[in-house]
């Protein structure tokens, strides 16, 4: 019984076997005929066990021979091996082999196949797969066949791999050593390079793949290549020539890929021509479409001509022709883009290079935006030099470059930049001038800046921003690049501070003022160490959250290290009002990474909100406050905390028809057009801001419910209550805590009917559980006026005189949706007044209708005269326009209901114009018109409502129309037509109506007569 513990035979880690030789152990060491039967109860690959493994070897003179199986579910196999002479062969069954016991990678993989192979020692042979299947854990593979043979016969070779997945064949007179001469020659013809032997070996190849992706998963390479992928060539070096051909749908290797390539080339004696199309080509993070090159010509220099897109927000288009040799490059045409920026080869240039020797005459690339210019040589001459230079570049080339929204450049650089000595040890100086130098519009002046590095090891510097002829920036020092240290001194002297707003990513805005001090920053790259000391004068900040707006009243001093920015405490007082605040605290970061704040604010009294409308926004006004501000967290999740009490001069607007986060009814809808809307010019980047508003609400402080701002359909009121306000990660806001109404007014309005003042009655309560627009209400509010109680009240104290009425409102329930009812009170009247008044309100709509006639014609309705007495309407119409308000509310209907139906409302008083009738009375006549069938047919029609005529009221029917267009432009019309001969003197005596039938015919023209 053998056992170990520890083996290194590859991924199998332990085993046990049982092993008995026969006859003996002395007929293997002589050579004679033995068997080896061996039994392993268990072995260990890659953390897995297999258990029942069995093998017998067989030794004869002319033949040796191997039997392994196993019935393990990991392993269930039954192979046999022989070798006869050189040849050998396998054959057997795997009927099941979990792939993890080879590669832990492929654990959960498990493989089934057939196999039949035969090879020599030479590596000539077959080998065939049959009904392979591969089970993955998200699918199964299925292959047929795979066959592969290796066949030599004579000079000629023959290598065929024949599969469902890829066929691969190789055959001539060639062997595997020739490949990489083959490869290395045909190479070196493309790039145009020391012409090589060509290798005396003649072949043709061709690959066509399918889908190999599964292949690629097994063996664990990142490659992809697509189904129709062909691949074919050949290749003689007796009659010195090649050819290749490529034809690729798509295909990947790591972060490479490229789609619809096609490749043709080929040499022939001296005669070379290739041409590269693909349709898109990334390499790593560059991304290039339409890419197009080819290279011809005949023993000598070969012309290049090449087009292609740098795909970017700005696609580059780059266009290269030229001619290429040996060692040398001559440029004939060259143009490309950077964003907007055209540029483009002012002359022939040439570049001449042997090892690490350059040499370039007057590369110049120009356009309207700058140019670059390359010129000099690298030789073994006595002053070496090579200069790249930039003139007359403009700084919005820069900002796409670099293509920071924060910092955007202004204006016109020029730069050198040298290298002396060689390519492998050079000196290589720099120099940038900006003489108009300008940072997110706001203009310093001139910037001037040096940089040498010496033997590649270290790199010195020095510059300065000057403002007119004094210097506000100035800083000097290197980095080693052996120790990758840095030491940097700098000096600031009243350097304005405005350009870096930006940087604060909208959690602050309109940050202005002067900077004076200094810092010193130096040690590892990794972990330098800073020190900075500033002081701020002018200082001042804007809070777009909440609109406040807060200037330093003295200089400010700040202190800079390379975990954190200390500001001392200091005083800033709100421009508008002159109330004031203490602001201190930091902002900590780890060397200007992961930036933490943790600003604080307190103020007896500070102007805290000052908002103007937004169409986003879920409150404005102004709030004057004292209490705490605290804004603290990650910049990308700040959070904003307030527990302040409110203070006089506030006044809190809380927008309720915000049509982006309220579907308010159609008939009180209003365009968007008359409110501002939201900053676009600057885009936050903040992952979330959230806030949370903790609100001692005082009666001093005035806050409006802004029910309609267009119609001033608003509750303003005051009261207390403690609140809590939240603003969310998604930007939702929530609002908590019962307001207690002290006083108030609301203005209820209808369109513009109705603009009544109803004044709070103190007590009424506002409660907020969350939504905003979930408040559940319980307000009174009373209308008052003077009227008469004629045919209302019968008491014999009562002289039809004005008394003192109060139309009380109830909005209770949803504030979006509350139920409303009406009462009257008649405050200072005798009691029996109001008892006997009631008795006419005993039904709902009874009193509603009280209601609106208290508000539309200032008094009331008195119902009875009205229908029995003949009521005297007119009377009314002539104080109150009757007649103008009810038009008015047909409009209003008419925009409830949309463009569904046409509405049209009309008031008629006084005696009819025709006295054929011989009847006053006053009219009211309603009117209903809708489009059918995409507008072809039009149906109007009309009822005449008589009122106040003695007896009941009738309904009668008026005019009827139904218009259908026979043709699609409507010049021909079917009209049927009743019509009401009530108001037509000469078509009484017929019968009250009218009908018709007819044909319509409408054209238009220019002109009467026709030239």
Not at 947 to 955: D, E, H, K, R, V
Request: net charge negative; charged share 20%; hydrophobic share 40%.
């Amino acid at each position: 019984m053998l056992s170990s513990k520890k083996l290194a035979l590859g991924p199998v880690e332990s085993a046990k076997a049982q092993m008995s030789i026969l006859p003996n152990i002395s007929a293997v060491i002589d050579g004679d005929d033995f068997e080896i039967l061996a039994a392993l109860p268990e072995i260990r690959s890659n953390g897995m066990k297999v258990k029942g493994l069995n093998a017998r070897f067989e030794h004869r003179q002319n033949k040796d021979s191997l039997w392994l199986s196993s019935l393990d579910s990991k392993c269930d196999i039954e192979l046999n091996y022989s070798r006869v002479g050189t040849l050998n062969s396998i054959s057997g069954q795997l009927n099941t082999i979990d792939l993890g016991l080879v590669d832990p990678l492929d654990t959960g993989q498990r493989l089934t196949a057939t196999a039949n192979i035969n090879f020599t020692d030479e590596g000539l042979g077959s080998v065939l797969l049959q009904d392979v299947v591969l089970m993955r854990p998200e699918d199964v593979i299925f292959l047929r066949e795979l066959s592969l043979t290796h066949v030599l016969g004579g000079k000629s070779r023959s290598l065929v791999l024949s599969s469902d997945v890829l066929d691969f064949s190789v055959n001539g007179d060639w062997d595997f050593t020739d490949f990489s001469k083959v490869a290395s020659h045909v190479f070196q013809d493309i790039i145009v390079q020391e012409q090589e032997l060509w290798p005396q070996a003649v072949f043709k190849f061709d690959i066509q793949a399918g889908n190999i992706g599964w292949l690629a998963d097994l063996i664990h390479l990142d490659v992809f290549i697509s189904e129709d992928t062909h691949i074919f060539g050949k290749y003689n070096g007796t009659r010195k020539m090649w050819s290749t051909t490529m034809f690729i749908p798509e295909a990947s290797y790591e972060n490479n890929s490229g789609k619809d390539i096609v490749l043709a080339s080929s040499q022939t004696q001296g005669v070379h021509n290739t041409t590269l199309k693909a349709d898109k080509l990334k390499f790593d993070t560059w991304n290039f479409a339409k890419v197009n090159l080819s290279s011809n010509g005949i023993v000598g220099p070969k012309r290049i001509q090449f087009s292609g897109v740098v795909e970017d927000s700005i696609p580059s288009k780059i266009l290269l022709e030229g001619s290429l040799l040996s060692g040398e490059a001559g440029i004939t045409a060259a143009a490309f883009n950077i964003g907007e920026s055209q540029f483009a080869l002012s002359d022939t240039a040439h570049l001449q290079w042997q090892n690490a020797q350059l040499n370039v005459d007057s590369l110049i690339l120009a356009g309207e935006d700058g140019s670059f210019v390359l010129d000099g040589q690298l030789f073994d001459t006595d002053d070496p030099e090579i200069e790249l230079g930039l003139e007359g570049f403009n700084s919005k080339v820069v900002n796409y470059l670099f293509r920071t929204p924060e910092a955007l450049f202004s204006g016109t650089w020029n730069a050198q930049l040298t290298l002396k000595d060689s390519f492998f040890r050079p000196l290589i100086k720099g120099q940038i001038e900006v003489d108009d130098f300008g940072l997110n519009k706001y203009e310093y002046g001139r910037f001037t800046a040096n940089a040498e590095v010496e033997d590649l090891t270290r790199l010195s510097a020095f510059g300065q921003l000057r403002q007119g002829t004094s210097s506000s920036f100035s800083f000097s020092g290197g980095y080693d690049f052996t120790t990758q240290e840095v030491d940097v001194r700098a000096s600031i002297d009243e350097l304005a501070v405005d350009p870096f707003n930006p940087l604060f990513n909208g959690v602050l805005d309109e940050f202005s003022g002067t900077l004076q001090g200094g810092f010193e920053w130096y040690g590892p790259l990794e972990a330098y160490t800073l020190n900075g000391a500033f002081t701020m004068r002018d200082g001042h900040f804007f809070v777009p959250i909440v609109g406040a707006e807060l200037s330093a009243s003295e200089p400010v001093e700040l202190v800079i290290t390379e975990d954190e920015i200390i500001l001392d405490t200091a005083k800033f007082y709100a421009p508008k009002d002159s109330t004031t605040a203490i602001v201190f605290g930091g902002i900590h970061h780890n060397r200007f990474d992961s930036l933490v704040f943790d600003l604080k604010l307190h103020s007896d009294s500070i102007r805290a909100v000052d908002l103007s409308r937004n169409i986003d926004g879920y409150f404005y006004g102004t709030a004057v406050v004292e209490g705490d501000l605290v804004l603290e967290g990650p910049l990308e999740q700040l959070h904003l905390d307030l527990a302040v009490a409110t203070k006089d001069g506030t006044n809190f607007k809380i927008p309720l028809d915000n049509p982006t986060a309220v579907e308010m009814p159609s008939y009180i809808r209003f365009s968007d057009a008359g409110l501002p809307t939201a900053d676009s010019v600057f885009v936050q980047e903040l992952e979330y801001f959230t806030t949370d508003i903790a609100i001692e609400a005082t009666p001093n402080a005035d806050v409006e419910l802004v029910l309609d701002e267009v119609l001033g359909d608003v509750i303003k009121a005051r009261g207390s209550g403690n609140m809590r306000l939240k603003i969310l990660e998604d930007e939702s806001l929530e609002l908590y805590g019962l307001y207690t109404l002290v006083s108030g007014d609301y203005l209820f309005t209808l369109q513009n009917i109705i603009n009544k003042p109803f004044e709070i009655i103190p007590g009424g309560t506002i409660l907020w559980s969350g939504d905003l627009y979930e408040a559940q209400v319980n307000i009174d509010a009373k209308y008052s006026l003077s009227t008469d109680l004629q045919g209302l009240v019968s008491n014999a104290n009562y002289n039809n005189e004005n008394v003192n009425v109060d139309l009380i409102i109830n909005l209770s329930g949803a504030l979006m949706n509350p139920d409303i009812a009406f009462t009257v009170d008649l405050p200072n009247a005798p009691a029996s007044y109001l008892e006997e008044l009631q008795r006419h309100f005993l039904s709902e709509d009874a009193m509603n209708y009280q209601a609106f006639s208290l508000l539309l014609l200032g008094e009331f309705y008195q119902q009875d005269l009205a229908v029995q007495e003949g009521f005297d309407f007119s009377g009314s119409v002539s104080r109150n326009t009757s007649e103008l308000l009810v038009s008015e509310f047909g409009s209003w209907l008419a925009a409830g209901i949309g463009s569904y139906v046409d509405l049209e409302l009309d008031y008629t008083s006084g005696t009819n114009p025709y006295e054929v009738l011989g009847t006053n009375q006053n009219n009211l006549n309603l009117g209903l018109g809708k489009d059918f069938l995409d507008g072809r047919l039009s149906i109007n029609s009309s009822l005449d409502i008589p009122i106040g005529q003695s007896g009941a009221s009738t309904l009668l029917l008026g005019d009827t129309e139904v218009i259908y267009s026979l043709t699609k432009d409507g010049r021909i019309k079917l009209r049927a037509f009743n019509r009401s001969n009530r108001n037509d003197p000469l078509m009484q005596n017929s019968g009250p109506y009218t009908q018709g039938v007819g044909i319509l015919f409408q054209k238009e023209f220019e002109s009467v007569l026709k030239d």
